[in-house]
């Protein structure tokens, strides 16, 4: 069975203070999809990155950069120099289907960025 | 291009009552999936479909339905209206195609239902 764990459930920062936000999962797939959204007030989850399990390579978009290590089963995501529109909820998902249209979401992590 | 356009915004029915909620995909897109999002259950799939057909369904009891028709636009129902219904209802169109790129989901911004 699939499970995605974030633990941090509220986590604030100062303005430009670096934050990581913690992902781990669980699957029996070898071949597994996983993803970073964030939802602002607005309600509409926002698409920011998507890994495959056959690919570790670390990617940084920007501010925005994330960890992906299968020997911990973990997908962290760290933004650099935050600013006060990074405020949201972020979840960590994860899909075993080809086409991902089955996504396993994270309970979320509320972060609120202090000017 | 217009995103992923869900009506209406809000809705508030009474217990017993149904609902159907819309969605209209990206353009072009052909896969529609619909989440339901709860502070305590979090955001759980509902189902998705594709070409007019459910090809996946979440762990949802019979009272939640949906459909497709043939210009991708999707439908949700759900008929004898429970408090717990109380959610955002999410719908995501996917991009046709295999691949990395086509694999993502395009949510909208959802349909908060009150059920009193």
């Known amino acids: 069975a699939q499970k995605v764990t974030q633990a941090q459930t509220e986590i604030s920062v100062v303005e430009k203070e670096d934050v990581t936000l913690d992902c781990v999962y669980e699957t029996r797939d070898t071949t597994y999809y996983l993803f970073w959204y964030k939802q602002p007030p607005s309600g509409e989850l926002v698409f920011l990155i998507r890994r495959n399990s056959f690919d570790e390579q670390n990617e940084i978009s920007g501010r925005y950069s994330w960890n992906f290590q299968k020997s911990t089963s973990s997908f962290n995501f760290t933004i650099t120099a935050s600013q006060v529109v990074d405020s949201a909820v972020y979840f960590c998902a994860l899909s075993d289907t080809p086409g991902a249209n089955n996504l396993f979401f994270g309970t979320g992590t509320r972060l609120t960025v202090i000017p | 291009k217009a995103g992923v356009t869900q009506t209406p915004r809000y809705l508030i029915k009474t217990r017993g009552q149904q609902v159907t909620l819309s969605c209209s995909p990206i353009?072009?897109?052909?896969?529609v999936s619909w989440y339901q999002q709860t502070p305590g259950q979090g955001l759980q799939f509902l189902f998705e479909?594709?070409?007019?057909?459910?090809?996946n369904k979440g762990n949802f009891p019979g009272r939640f339905s949906g459909r497709q028709f043939s210009n991708s636009r999707s439908e949700m129902n759900v008929s004898t209206l429970e408090l717990g219904d109380s959610a955002l209802y999410l719908c995501?169109?996917?991009?046709?195609?295999?691949?990395?790129?086509?694999?993502?989901?395009?949510f909208g911004a959802g349909t908060r239902l009150s059920v009193l």
């Open positions: 995501a169109s996917r991009p046709p195609g295999a691949g990395m790129s086509k694999n993502i989901q395009y």
């Open positions: 353009s072009g897109h052909r896969s």
């Open positions: 479909y594709f070409s007019e057909t459910q090809r």
